[in-house]
């Protein structure tokens, strides 16, 4: 049990377009899932906590506006990359919280974006 | 906030041979302490974890040892095999009840065969 999957796994787009991510919990239900970025050979950082329901809250420096989040069921969490740059290309990673499991996070496969 | 430092960054061990990573953390009010392996290009991916109501928790080759007072707790692997190569991430929830992680920058950990 607790599956995350994410879709797409990769995506290749060209600058000032918009790039939406999925995040879907498959066996159990998420009211919380986090979003993370990675760039190359460097640690995961939060971006933001998504909270089926209500707004997602951001971490310091991350642009809201730039990185729209949309928990609207209790399986699937979406990031929307607005108007992506090259230097938006990274490794996102989605992870969900398990209702009963306390504070354990289980990770997406996560979706690589380029940005041309 | 919560700060946690990883270390060695890199750690390169013969088969068989045991690897320990060490973790520290900033807030006494953190109590959950995962730690994450990924392979290149894949997820994170828990391996073990512990909670501060205990000092010390083991899973056949790996275990974990919390100091609570000192604000460290490290990562054991004893007779590592060559598929153990990968980073390996600490990480600690910031205080309160908001489940956040704060993660360490890894350790790439290489099992020479």
């Known amino acids: 049990g607790a599956v995350v999957s994410q879709h797409p796994s990769w995506v290749i787009c060209k600058s000032g377009t918009s790039v939406k991510i999925e995040c879907r919990s498959l066996?159990?239900?998420?009211?919380?899932m986090f979003w993370y970025r990675q760039f190359p050979k460097q640690s995961l950082m939060l971006m933001a906590t998504?909270?089926?329901?209500?707004?997602?809250?951001?971490e310091q420096g991350v642009e809201k506006d730039k990185f729209l989040i949309n928990h609207a069921s209790l399986t699937l969490s979406t990031l929307t990359v607005t108007s992506a740059h090259p230097e938006d290309s990274s490794f996102y990673i989605c992870?969900?919280?398990?209702?009963?499991?306390?504070?354990?996070?289980?990770f997406g496969p996560g979706t690589r974006l380029l940005v041309l | 906030g919560e700060n946690v430092e990883q270390h060695p960054s890199t750690l390169s061990v013969q088969e068989g041979d045991s690897a320990v990573i060490k973790c520290t953390y900033s807030?006494?009010?953190?109590?959950?302490f995962p730690w994450y392996k990924q392979e290149l290009g894949k997820r994170p991916q828990l391996i073990i974890d512990?909670?501060?109501?205990?000092g010390e928790k083991k899973d056949q080759r790996i275990a974990v040892t919390l100091n609570k007072t000192a604000k460290h707790f490290s990562l054991h692997i004893t007779e590592t095999q060559p598929e153990d190569s990968a980073v390996y991430f600490c990480?600690?929830?910031?205080?309160?009840?908001?489940?956040?992680?704060?993660f360490g920058k890894g350790t790439l950990l290489t099992v020479n065969p």
């Open positions: 066996d159990f239900q998420a009211t919380t």
């Open positions: 992870s969900a919280k398990v209702p009963g499991r306390g504070e354990t996070q289980y």
């Open positions: 512990i909670r501060s109501n205990v």
């Open positions: 998504s909270n089926e329901g209500s707004k997602a809250t951001y």
């Open positions: 807030d006494s009010a953190s109590n959950y």
């Open positions: 990480a600690a929830n910031t205080g309160g009840s908001n489940y956040k992680l704060t």
